[in-house]
């Protein structure tokens, strides 16, 4: 997690399976009645040298 400089917002990355994963994280979370989420999706680069 990381707190975006000047902002009142943060970043966060999660490692889950899949979409419902991701959703009964986030619905779990204390304060997502309030929270406006943006989700992206990553993919692994195809330079990582950690993938070997």
Known sequence: M???AG???DISVFDVADNE???RLL???PLFPY???E???LAQHPSDLAAG
Do not use: E
């Open 7 to 9: 902002q009142y917002a």
């Open 27 to 29: 619905r779990n979370l």
């Open 2 to 4: 990381w707190r975006c």
């Open 21 to 23: 994963a991701l959703h």
């Open 35 to 37: 929270l406006t989420i």
């Open 39 to 41: 989700v992206t999706a």
